[in-house]
């Protein structure tokens, strides 16, 4: 009996747990690796954001500042600044090593459900269910935003930024595309609330996930259907999708405790890891090793590949 294709890819999936923090600030709302993967932040309801080595399970800092939980945060590519969105309507800028707020952005009229750096972390983009996305300086002094995206017919639930891109989802059932070089608009109509949305790591494609249970891969330049994924749950919560480290794998949080692996090409489940009993809020892919953070409840947990002899 020889396997020779499909056979190696089943153990690089990240299904051993190796720790399991408890954050100890509410409930998680969101987990997010920084940009090489070395430490992950923690978004609590208790208005905190942490800082932790996830793989040594040690917490390195807690910034306050937020009136009311926060939702997403991002860090720099140089690991020097955080930043931070929730329901105190605020965007707020952070200095890593110390701690303190470097600028708090106020202009939307409602909660911050989305915050992202562009790649020089010279601008903080936030995205709120006020249904607009604004671009804030960090460098000036004025209290706006440099820019306003008031395309979205509702509140935008995820943004997500590449070197001349903005991708955002919307409740509104929609997924736009701002292309900053050629300043045009490209949108693709889902048709049910998106909760997600993110690029493929080689930039080709968009995964989105909506609240008809299902996520879909979009050709990014055409808007094409490649493929859709279901069989996990998500019609009530704003839930997290990505893909795998190596593009091979789509995967998605569920409200009925588990993690689903789909194979990318073929469309087919391969793993529904259980988590827990409750919804997984949200998750977080390694950039470039096998390990996955997911977040339930209180606490987040770490995943690895179960293999031997991995980095560890």
């Known amino acids: 009996m020889a396997f020779p294709e499909p056979r190696p890819q089943a153990p690089e999936l990240p299904q051993k747990l190796l720790k399991t923090l408890d954050c100890g600030q509410g409930a998680v709302r969101a987990v997010r690796f920084n940009v090489d993967g070395n430490y992950c932040l923690t978004c609590g309801s208790d208005k905190t954001l942490k800082l932790w080595n996830p793989l040594r399970g040690t917490l390195l800092r807690t910034y306050s500042g937020h009136g009311y939980e926060v939702l997403d945060a991002a860090s720099s590519i140089d690991n020097s600044s955080l930043c931070s969105g929730g329901g105190d309507k605020t965007v707020v800028l952070w200095d890593v090593a110390s701690g303190q707020v470097v600028r708090k952005f106020r202009g939307h009229a409602g909660k911050v459900n989305t915050v992202q750096f562009n790649e020089e972390a010279t601008v ?13 300086d960090c460098r000036s002094r004025k ?52 909760t997600c949305t993110c690029f493929s790591r080689d930039g080709q494609c968009t995964l989105v996930s909506s609240l008809d249970s299902t996520l879909r891969l979009l050709d990014k330049d055409t808007g094409e259907l490649l493929g859709e994924y279901t069989g996990h749950k998500n019609q009530q919560y704003k839930l997290d999708c990505c893909l795998n480290e190596r593009d091979t794998h789509v995967i998605s949080c569920s409200e009925n405790g588990k993690v689903f692996f789909w194979d990318l090409v073929e469309g087919a489940l391969v793993l529904a890891l259980p988590v827990g009993s409750s919804v997984v809020q949200s ?30």
């Not at 903080?124 to 804030?136: A, E, K, P, T, V």
């Not at 998750?283 to 590949?305: D, F, K, N, V």
């Open 283 to 312: 998750l977080a892919y390694h950039p470039t090793e096998p390990c996955l953070l997911t977040a339930m409840g209180g606490s987040i947990q770490c995943w690895r590949e179960e293999k031997e002899g991995g980095a560890g």
């Open 143 to 194: 209290p706006e935003p440099v820019q306003k995206l008031e395309e979205a017919r509702d509140g935008i639930s995820s943004v997500k930024v590449s070197d001349h891109e903005i991708l955002a989802g919307s409740v509104d059932g929609r997924v736009r595309r701002y292309d900053l070089r050629m300043g045009q608009l490209f949108s693709d109509y889902i048709g049910s609330p998106i």
């Open 124 to 136: 903080i983009l936030s995205g709120s269910i006020d249904s607009s996305i604004r671009c804030w």
